[in-house]
């Protein structure tokens, strides 16, 4: 399993314009709603929002990551938006995101919830693949880039 592999077109979103984070959330849980892997979107939402209440999922370098580990999906789920402007989200580096991600995993995955936590934060927290991201004209560029900076890493 690999990032451009739990992605599709369909699950991102570019440039969106959005005024604050529960909206971007909204946005991103609506994105997924329909996804063949998510058996419950009510309680989808209700877990991503707990986990978001516990401790912000702003992880810093513009980048919020709110995620779960829930029985509302059968296998891992992943969406992503880039915003037109930028949003608090209240941030562990106090700075505004502008690429947001959605993971959620079913609750037996937790390893595998873990290791992909850490490859989006590694691969997205690069200046460039950043700077990359944003300035993606389709989603098809996104799967293409993560495609490329995945393809020497091994499956989670």
Known sequence: MKIEALLTEKHINLNLESGSKD?????LLAMVSSHAKVRDTKQLAEDVRKREREMSTGIGKNIGLPHAKTSAVTEPVLALVTLAGEVDFESIDNQPVKIVFLLATPETMLAEHLKLLG??????????VRRKLLDA?????????????EKDLPQI
């Open 23 to 27: 909206e971007v959330i909204d946005t």
């Open 119 to 128: 490859r989006i934060t590694r691969i997205a927290g690069r200046d460039d």
């Open 137 to 149: 004209a389709t989603p098809g560029e996104v799967l293409a880039l993560f495609r490329e900076e």
